[in-house]
């Protein structure tokens, strides 16, 4: 069974970059037709997709986080990244990483247990 | 962008009883070439990640008690609980990955136990 664990600093000072990695476990982030996701939620908030990526490289973002999102896969090491540069007091939330259902469709299967990042200096 | 409308924003349910959550897209989410709805429903309990449970609109995941039901077409949907039990109290956010360019997520709504 497949699982996914973020990680990366708690606490980023505005204007900087937020960079969060999330690892595969259980299975290879190569294998199947599935796209790796990236969702957030500020505390008490709803649910806002990010984008996503394909272990070939291609990514489709949010436009409205598109100047500033970054995501890549590292099939090496089955993980996949996000990097999200000048952030704001709005970027707090917590950062999900998910795996959709591949050719079953892009509703998403499997989520990570979240990490919170703080904006704040 | 596809926004999505959810309604009640919150309920309360007795134990036993049945609770209606109701999904709205601005445009159809119907994709005519393989007649499927583009909406999965998920469940998020305090302090979890939200959970898969019905996908296609009404395609139950594996492992979703069958109390947990979705229907609707287009651009209006629906998620029911029969039979409500104390383990589902939660949000419940519907979402449509009709556009790939912009997957969105319904605002969410509470369920709690009368």
């Known amino acids: 069974q497949v699982q996914l664990q973020e990680s990366g600093p708690g606490l980023v000072k505005p204007s900087q970059t937020l960079s969060l990695t999330c690892t595969v476990s259980?299975?290879?982030?190569?294998?199947?037709?599935?796209?790796w996701n990236w969702i957030r939620q500020p505390v008490g908030e709803a649910l806002e997709w990010i984008g996503r990526?394909?272990?070939?490289?291609?990514?489709d973002y949010n436009p409205s986080l598109k100047s500033r999102v970054t995501i890549s896969v590292d099939t090496s090491k089955n993980q996949f990244s996000l990097k999200l540069s000048s952030v704001t007091a709005a970027d707090t939330a917590v950062y999900y990483c998910?795996?959709?259902?591949?050719?079953?469709?892009?509703?998403?299967?499997?989520w990570g247990q979240g990490t919170l990042v703080t904006v704040s200096s | 962008d596809i926004v999505m409308t959810q309604s009640p924003d919150s309920l309360a349910v007795s134990l036993g009883e049945r609770a209606t959550i109701n999904c709205k897209s601005n445009?159809?989410?119907?994709?005519?070439?393989?007649?499927?709805?583009?909406l999965a429903w998920y469940q998020q309990k305090p302090g979890q990640p939200p959970k898969l449970l019905i996908y296609?609109?009404?395609t139950r995941e594996s492992g979703v008690p069958d109390r947990f039901s979705g229907s609707g077409s287009g651009t209006d949907f629906t998620l029911t609980i029969s039979n409500l039990q104390a383990e589902d109290v939660a949000v419940y956010y519907c979402?449509?990955?009709?556009?790939?360019?912009?997957?969105?997520f319904g605002p969410g709504t509470r369920v709690d136990i009368k």
């Open positions: 979402q449509q990955y009709y556009s790939t360019l912009l997957f969105t």
């Open positions: 296609w609109a009404s």
């Open positions: 259980g299975g290879s982030i190569s294998s199947g037709y599935y796209y």
């Open positions: 990526v394909h272990t070939s490289g291609s990514t």
């Open positions: 445009q159809s989410i119907l994709y005519s070439s393989n007649n499927k709805n583009y």
């Open positions: 998910a795996k959709d259902k591949g050719y079953g469709g892009r509703a998403l299967e499997i």
